[in-house]
């Protein structure tokens, strides 16, 4: 059994196919295929059953997914500490940045974090706050950037805490107030987010709490292309303020939402709270307090 079999195995699960896990692994899917196949073939049992086009897990499939994921963490781990030997002479970082918001908040912070410490590999993995939370867990990720969570779980270190900004079609009827309430917006189309995107679940939930279900526009997890949705008369949508600041255009208005003032973009940076914190994943959390936004 060799971890690059475990590590094709796993991808294939987490995935739901040979040919995601491919295209994450960045090799053929003939070669994923052969990994699992090679797994399954030394350790002497199937550990996927395949139904038609769907793979299903084993009942020794479940087991070695657990075991296996835990073996990678482990083995990463150990190097990670390896690494650390070499006072950050050497060394990776697997970093999980939000979709939204990354080029506004984090260029900057990236581009500073290479120049400090030219000879750590940074991995990178953009996405929602559930992919990102799953990443991390798993030991894919070890450091991600995530609307503040109450899992146990994590550790994490606070970032920011923005409000929210409204985007409108400048020929909408509230266009021309100062701000606006989400009750306001109940009667116009919510353009939203991903469903792994936390925020969109509390953007869902405070609609509710206001007795009302929005009117579905269309859905992205790509900010730039929701804002050219607003322009293009499609609806509204609800951004972080320092996104929405980046993203005004002809046929966009910006509107400070007043209620509810709850409604934020609380971001932190998570980790597994029992997992071991390399020099790497220190040295990026000590550059994120430095450019921590004053409360």
Not at 149 to 165: K, T, V
Not at 204 to 222: I, V
Request: aromatic share 6%; charged share 20%.
């Amino acid at each position: 059994m060799e971890f690059k079999q475990l590590r094709s195995f796993i991808e294939v699960v987490h995935r739901g196919g040979f040919t995601q896990a491919a295209l994450t692994l960045h090799i053929s899917q003939s070669a994923v295929s052969k990994q699992v196949a090679q797994l399954e073939q030394s350790l002497g049992v199937m550990l996927l059953e395949r139904h038609a086009s769907q793979l299903h897990l084993s009942d020794a499939g479940k087991v070695v997914l657990e075991r296996g994921e835990a073996m990678l963490r482990l083995r990463q781990e150990m190097q990670n500490e390896l690494d650390d030997l070499g006072q950050l002479a050497r060394g990776e970082l697997r970093l999980g940045l939000p979709l939204i918001g990354g080029d506004a908040v984090f260029a900057k912070i990236f581009a500073e974090y290479r120049q400090r410490y030219p000879n750590i590999k940074v991995q990178l993995l953009e996405g929602g706050s559930r992919s990102v939370e799953q990443a991390v867990l798993s030991g894919e990720l070890e450091l991600g950037g995530s609307l503040t969570s109450n899992n146990p779980a994590f550790g994490y270190q606070p970032f920011c805490n923005e409000p929210l900004d409204a985007l409108l079609p400048t020929d909408h009827p509230l266009a021309t107030q100062p701000s606006v309430s989400l009750g306001q917006l109940a009667d116009t189309p919510f353009l939203l987010y991903q469903r792994s995107f936390v925020l969109n679940d509390r953007l869902l939930s405070a609609c509710h709490a206001l007795g009302f279900t929005p009117r579905e526009g269309g859905r992205s997890g790509q900010a730039d292309f929701l804002a050219a949705l607003v322009a293009a008369g499609q609806g509204v949508v609800l951004l972080p303020s320092v996104v929405a600041r980046a993203l005004e255009r002809p046929g966009v208005v910006r509107l400070t939402l007043s209620e509810p003032s709850d409604l934020r973009w609380d971001l932190a940076f998570i980790w597994r709270r029992d997992a071991y914190l390399s020099r790497a994943a220190q040295a990026w959390l000590q550059l994120l307090r430095e450019h921590t936004p004053a409360p």
